[in-house]
């Protein structure tokens, strides 16, 4: 994006000389005010000579403003982030073109870029004679650990004459926007067991499973199989019909993320809270990879604009976009008010969800139920429990970063009476040392209940 300069002439007309002289540099306002104190004294002790001496002093700053708040020429700003969007903890690179776009050269110029504390410190950069039609390219590097979505610019010209008595800034009017999305962790490829039938890991493509043909015909096409011609269809429009291909029905996830402002202790980028938003977007994009339709659900009830019915498609042209979309939304999601899970439970209510993957913070009694009544809406279920207790606790206190005992064992126990796959997650576990034991978990209860089937 190019931001050109305002014009010099513009700020003539709102606040002429006057403007110009409040960009008088520490140096300038020292000159003005040693020659007015000359030309005092000159004019009280009778001394001619001192008289010229005060006033070179005092209209030196003032012809050096006047010049500089006169000068004719206009500079173009390019500003390209690489990448725009950038995991939390990672650097963006920050790349700045000036266009020299007048027909006189200009003088020295200080350029400076305004970012939020939370990326750095603000650049900073000294640019020597630019010629006319030239141009001078500078970068920076910029920094989070903090998700959300940071402005940059606009950006800052500072203008100042050879002897550095004033300086006038010009402002571009543009800015852009750096999007710090959560981090994304690889999850290893699983086969998840327990799924409705047609969900899994297994079905690591778009069709999960076949569909009832289409009850449209539509006409021969060469290599069709001879096997779908449709008779009846083929003797009313006098030409061959054959039955549609069947259709594909799209293995489904939902992600349950809580956001309940009462369920997560502590902040910053280490808390639980912001572990949940990681993992819910790390899990977001291993399904969008393996094909399924894949929805984000909070416990307001909400998902991602521009969500479909069933979500967003995996496994195709638009996929990548899908997770940008998703990604942009838990860059920047937060802490809700709510207190309960009920606006999501009437969402699952409808059923048909395919496997659901939850984030969930501290759970009470009756969250708890809540929670155990959405396995019975799903195909499978996973939850990842952020418990305060157990995520209090330093990594060195805990028995195993796998280890139940840490505290929540009733409600860990009534999550897996209902059908669901629960983890503890304490503090310092990675989300891919808890998918592969939901995975190993997830097996063992299958074939459990293929030997009970057995037996």
Not at 154 to 174: A, H, K, N, V, Y
Not at 191 to 204: P, V
Request: with cysteine; glycine share 12%.
């Amino acid at each position: 994006m190019t931001h050109p300069a305002p014009d010099p002439a513009a700020e003539e007309d709102k606040g002429g000389l006057r403007a110009a002289l409040t960009g008088l540099t520490t140096r300038g306002r020292s000159f003005l005010a040693a020659g007015i104190a000359a030309a005092i004294c000159a004019y009280v002790l009778g001394q001619p000579d001192l008289l010229r001496v005060g006033l070179l002093l005092a209209v030196l700053p003032l012809v050096c403003a006047t010049a500089l708040y006169r000068t004719r020429y206009r500079v173009a700003g390019t500003r390209r982030l690489s990448p725009a969007r950038v995991p939390a903890g990672s650097e963006a690179r920050v790349h700045l073109r000036m266009d020299n776009v007048s027909r006189l050269p200009t003088g020295l110029l200080m350029l400076q870029d305004r970012v939020p504390y939370v990326l750095g410190p603000r650049p900073r950069f000294v640019l020597d004679r630019v010629e006319p039609g030239g141009r001078r390219e500078v970068s920076y590097r910029v920094r989070s650990d903090l998700r959300g979505r940071y402005p940059l610019g606009p950006l800052q010209l500072r203008l100042t004459d050879p002897f550095g008595m004033c300086e006038l800034t010009r402002s571009f009017s543009s800015y852009d926007t750096l999007t710090v999305i959560p981090r994304v962790e690889a999850l290893p490829p699983l086969r998840l067991s327990g799924e409705a039938k047609g969900y899994g890991d297994g079905r690591q493509r778009s069709v999960a499973l076949a569909g009832d043909d289409d009850v449209i015909p539509r006409g021969y096409r060469y290599g069709d199989d001879l096997r779908r011609v449709h008779w009846r269809s083929t003797a009313r429009y006098g030409e061959l019909m054959v039955r549609r291909e069947e259709q594909p029905q799209r293995a489904r996830c939902t992600v349950l993320l809580d956001t309940r402002g009462g369920a997560f202790a502590g902040a910053g980028p280490d808390s639980a809270f912001e572990w949940a938003v990681s993992g819910a977007a790390s899990v977001l994009v291993y399904m969008l990879e393996r094909g399924f339709s894949v929805r984000l659900l909070t416990d307001t009830g909400s998902s991602v604009p521009g969500e479909g019915a069933e979500g967003f498609a995996g496994a195709n042209q638009e996929s990548a976009d899908a997770a940008g979309l998703m990604m942009d939304t838990l860059a920047v999601i937060d802490h809700s008010d709510n207190d309960s899970l009920a606006r999501a439970y009437d969402v699952l209510r409808g059923g048909n969800e395919g496997l659901l993957v939850a984030f969930l913070g501290d759970l009470d009694e009756e969250e708890a139920a809540l929670v155990a009544g959405m396995r019975r809406r799903s195909g499978g279920a996973i939850a990842f429990l952020l418990d305060s207790d157990v995520w209090g606790r330093e990594p060195t206190d805990v028995p195993g970063p796998l280890d139940p005992a840490g505290g929540g064992e009733a409600r860990l126990r009534l999550l897996r009476e209902s059908g669901w796959t629960a983890l503890p997650v304490p503090r310092g576990a990675t989300l891919e040392e808890l998918w592969r034991e939901a995975g190993r978990q997830r097996s063992g209860v299958g074939a459990a209940n293929g030997a009970e089937g057995t037996s």
